[in-house]
């Protein structure tokens, strides 16, 4: 063999590649029709070590030893965030069609970052982003892109507000600073630390949502070099929607840019019961939801909108020669739109399952989630053991079992995962811990909850 067809041999789909292709095919059909795949969990490196031997070797292990590897040790180390149990932090539930496209697309090298080499595909991301587009409310002139997760696309979102202000103002203040409340989530913090801002705490009412009459006492003299304002639709820990309109009426008196995180809540826009809670996301400047929480798409999927994506290319286009024939277009690059350059197809999943499916299979979903939160609520309500800490606004309850400290919530939650039974995470809520719920997975039931209720009802 000469050197050169050695060193094509991995590229080749020869033999052995079609036997593990089969392999793998088996192993996706598997997983994909497990609606309850086991839930595990983590395993230390030690043992991880202990279980397969070295992972990477000079001559290879060979397709059936890394095979092996991942099939027993490397794949089972890891919760499966969309079993309908899995109820800590934000789930996940991917839809079946979502995930085919996800693994077709594994194998379609696709360059999704302009519109050049991927015209099709970011058509298609562009039809997924303009049903959100519309379901906040933003003009037809709005656009955007698909990036990793929030964290990167409240960051791109604030880096283009921060580059509006110093074309707006000539220079740079004294010192960068976005407002937020404190119920921000921590990549609102994350973003300020990379773009070298402070944050201006906004103050808030007993409810946790933005004070009006706080908003009203700001004046010019205390907004010094902010440049944006954030509003969260919908938190993480308690699925808090703020005061949009109010938050959108204060950057509008100060011109400030208004960006709205609705990583997880947002995906409530398609459920008419809550779509009034959102009321003033219609004027941000820019949203994120990801659909890889509660828009039933894969990790990891961010959508990132911009009210005027213009200001956007300003802040993220990359300048350099070769890139040359690539922008000057009129369709937008999604690279232009956020901080990254090469981009997976990562929007063509969920597009793909919403074309399946038709939006009204995805309104009737968030739905499911809600009226369950609402039920949930009900029996705790019920349970003279159990008491409502913070009322639901979208599918996230927090509660407290009377009688438990901290250590019994954190022995419920290391008792499920063992038993195998869910997963779910307790929260601090002020100085209280407290047992913590959210839904998202329609194949979430009742009976499902009643498992984990009950063993609340232990006592030690
Ligand atoms: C999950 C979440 C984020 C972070 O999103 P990633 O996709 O994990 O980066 C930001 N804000 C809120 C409200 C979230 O729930």
Known sequence: MT?????????LFD???RHYAARFQDYLLHRLEQTHPP??????AHELDDATGPLITDEGLGYEAAYTAFTEVIATATIAMDHPRMLAYVPAAPTVASELMDSVIAASSIYAGSWMEASGVVHAENAALEWLSNLAGLPASAGGTFVAGATIGTLSALAAARDRYLNRHGDRPRRWRIAATREAHSSVAEAARVLDAELLTLPVNEDLRVSVDGLAQLGAEDLDGVFAVVGTAGTTNLGIVDDLAAL?????????????DGAYGGAALAAPSVRANFAGIERCDSLVVDPHKWLFGPFDCCALLYRDPTQAVRAHQHDAGYLESLNNRREFNPADLAIHLTRRARGLPFWFSLAVHGTRAYADAVEAALSLTREVTQVIDDDPLLEVAHRPELSVIVFRRIGWEAQDYLAWEKRLLQEGVAFVASTRYGQETLARLCFVNPLTSMGDVRLILDDLRVDR
């Open 3 to 11: 050197e050169r067809t050695n060193a094509a041999r991995m590229h």
């Open 15 to 17: 033999e052995s590649a």
């Open 39 to 44: 839930l595990r969990g983590p395993k230390t």
């Open 248 to 260: 959108a009426e204060f950057a509008e008196r100060h011109q400030l840019w208004f960006h709205v």
